[in-house]
């Protein structure tokens, strides 16, 4: 590696965009660009291939799955693995935007989690690395839409939060935990215990002592919350209707949803959107911000 740090500027990534650019790549050793710097906020996901990431003044050994958030000015590098070969997805957004984001959107957000999003990196599942992969598909078609990665950003936000609320006893067998995180996705949320016991591979009494040692609960119970956090979720975040949310999160029964969310969370659906969506979206926006193509959609 290089000594000399490179200095990307916005054209060179953003290019010509005002607020952000989705990039999807490929590289290995020798195209690697070694250690570099750049005023924007850069969101990176590693889709295939391993290697070291340098950052902070630090090493850590990166793999498939791995993100990592750039600071703006923060000198890092992702160096490929020998004989290999890395693909990546990332998200270069403007310094200005980001930092909106922040004073904006997190400012009623405890710092512990809002610290997570000024530069960091951790090892996500592979259903978590789905939920940035289609946030990113969507994020293509906003036309540079403030409003879109405004969206994209609050998406990042709950999986960030979701990684430490939702964290696996450390000791869980390595099927059991596989079977957790996997559940947690939407396509197999909805289909519930039978979905889960099929993931587990296990006999249903093993699975459910197992979940009683390691979660103190049931596989429906720890199904449920699953459930009901991603309908949270989805109410702060979709224009679904309380029905749709139900249906989507593996309820059929429209009144059972409702209960169960009032019990969890003291209080209606309808009643917790209307309360997340009290306050406006985008306070204080600057004037020269334009919002003529941008628009929401549903995850």
């Not at 009290?278 to 003529?292: R, V």
Request: charged share 25%.
């Amino acid at each position: 590696m290089t000594n000399m740090v490179l200095e990307f500027t916005d054209d060179s990534h953003l290019q010509g965009n005002k607020y952000f650019k989705v990039v999807h790549g490929k590289t290995d050793k020798s195209k690697s660009v070694g250690l570099h710097k750049h005023d924007f906020v850069e969101v990176l996901w590693i889709r295939e291939g391993s290697g070291v990431l340098i950052h902070g003044g630090k090493t850590r050994v990166f793999s498939k799955n791995f993100l990592y958030i750039s600071r703006p000015n923060e000198v890092h590098a992702l160096e490929p693995a020998r004989n290999t070969v890395m693909e990546f997805s990332y998200v270069a957004i403007a310094k200005k935007v980001f930092e909106r984001f922040k004073e904006s959107i997190l400012i009623e957000e405890d710092a512990v989690h809002k610290e997570k999003m000024d530069g960091w990196s951790i090892k996500l599942s592979p259903f978590e690395v789905s939920y940035l992969d289609r946030s990113a598909a969507e994020l293509m078609w906003q036309n540079d839409s403030l409003m879109a990665i405004f969206r994209f950003l609050l998406n990042l936000y709950w999986q960030v939060k979701n990684v430490f609320v939702s964290a696996l006893p450390s000791d869980m067998p390595d099927w059991l935990s596989d079977a957790c995180q996997r559940i947690r996705n939407p396509e197999n949320l909805a289909l519930g215990l039978p979905k889960f016991r099929q993931i587990c591979g296990k006999d249903m009494s093993y699975i459910n002592r197992a979940m009683r040692r390691y979660m103190n609960c049931t596989p429906t119970e720890f199904i449920n919350s699953a459930r009901l956090h991603y309908a949270k979720w989805l109410l702060e975040t979709s224009a679904y209707s309380t029905g749709e949310i139900s249906e989507i999160c593996g309820f059929s029964d429209l009144p059972y949803f409702c209960r169960k969310f009032r019990d969890k969370y003291e209080c209606t659906p309808t009643q917790f959107r209307r309360k997340a969506h009290s306050e406006d979206l985008l306070p204080d926006i600057d004037p020269d911000y334009k919002f003529k193509n941008s628009r929401m959609l549903p995850v």
